[in-house]
């Protein structure tokens, strides 16, 4: 079941992203300059780190490979906020299904896939560490529950291994 997981999961935020919430808004400033901590907390409650498989890189299908973490964990699981941040996009299509991305510290993006369902939040809003974005699913591309994160970093939106910030 799990390689089955492995190589279903391929799943990447839109190339185009916009943010949603004014440059020139405190947030925004307070978050550009606020270095990206070197450990974030765990975005599926009830997970240790312990629990934690680096999936990192691995391979996909049409040559693509694994552009974050897989967390497993039952379906229905909140989602937790990994930083403070805001929304800056919410989907429905594609292979991540119901995904949201947050503009985080250092104006990181941190991307949530393949939701059951979603939590409260809009585009624009602003989230805290820890705030429910959503509950883990098998939406899009995925075979069983878990939820892929991704991490891109500013200003070239370049995939960062998630592992070695939550473990
Ligand atoms: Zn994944």
New binding site residues.
């Given amino acids: 079941m799990m390689l089955e997981?492995?190589t279903a999961?391929?799943?990447s935020p839109a190339k185009k992203s916009s943010n949603s919430v004014s440059k020139s808004s405190s947030l925004y400033q307070e978050l550009e300059k606020t270095p990206l901590p070197k450990h974030l907390p765990m975005p599926v409650e009830g997970v240790s780190r312990g629990q934690l498989v680096d999936?990192w890189g691995n391979a996909r299908s049409q040559g693509r490979s694994?552009?974050?973490?897989?967390i497993m964990a039952k379906r229905g699981t909140p989602i937790l906020s990994a930083t403070d941040g805001f929304i800056s996009k919410i989907s429905s299509y594609g292979g991540g299904g119901n995904a949201i991305t947050i503009v985080g510290y250092a104006l990181s993006q941190h991307y949530y896939?393949?939701m059951d369902r979603f939590g409260k939040y809009k585009v624009g809003d602003e989230v805290k560490v820890g705030d429910v974005l959503g509950y883990v699913g098998s939406t899009g591309n995925?075979s069983t529950p878990?939820l892929?994160?991704?991490i891109y970093l500013y200003p070239n939106r370049v995939a960062t291994n998630p592992y070695p910030y939550l473990r």
């Fill in positions: 997981l492995l999961c391929s799943s999936t694994h552009e974050g973490i897989d896939a393949h995925a878990h892929h994160y991704g």
